[in-house]
């Protein structure tokens, strides 16, 4: 699959936090993380994978064009924005991020997405983990909040396991 990431930060934080940045790094062809960002990742604690992995240029680095005014006016957080600025600049970008408002941001635009949860499941049906439902119990024990009706769907829709 050629896909070409533009990431935010928890699709990289929660990941880092439960040992699986290296799930970021091997399903796309390509992946990116704007300055505003990287920013907000090395804002995290020390000793934090994902801040870890910014520090060592684990991602590559790329600053946004000009946001149109029209994707300002979501007021959404710098992080978010700028994903989606740089979607919008690079046609055919899939922008990896979990953020509902900035979600629904990327709809309205017609920019493709993915979050986490469809990261875990691509990860599967890769063959890079043996369980996507046990890799989404963690992620929800690090913080990220996903539905569980959702996951218990996609899960047995997608992979066919059980939640």
């Known amino acids: ?10 699709p990289v934080i929660v ?19 704007p300055t505003a960002v990287v920013l907000e990742i090395k804002a995290g604690p020390q000793g934090d994978a994902a801040r870890l992995a910014v520090q060592t ?12 005014p029209e994707l300002a ?31 629904k941001c990327a709809k309205t635009f017609g920019i493709p997405l993915k979050g986490t949860l469809a ?3 691509l990860a599967k049906k890769r063959g890079l983990i043996p369980s996507a439902a046990k ?4 992620v929800q024990e ?4 996903l539905d569980d009706g959702l996951i218990r769907v996609v899960l047995h829709q997608t992979v066919g396991e059980d939640w």
Do not use: C
């Open 1 to 10: 699959m050629n896909e070409q990431w533009v990431v935010n930060a928890s």
């Open 15 to 33: 990941p880092g936090k439960i040992g699986h940045l290296d799930l970021l790094t091997q399903l796309p062809q390509r992946i990116v993380i």
């Open 57 to 68: 240029r684990m991602f590559t680095k790329v600053k946004v064009p000009n946001i149109l």
């Open 73 to 103: 006016a979501w007021d959404l957080g710098a992080g978010e924005t700028a994903v989606l600025a740089y979607a919008l600049a690079h046609p055919g970008w899939i922008a990896i991020l979990d953020d509902g408002a900035a979600r």
């Open 119 to 121: 990261v875990i499941i």
């Open 135 to 138: 890799v989404l119990h963690e």
């Open 142 to 145: 690090a913080g990220l909040r």
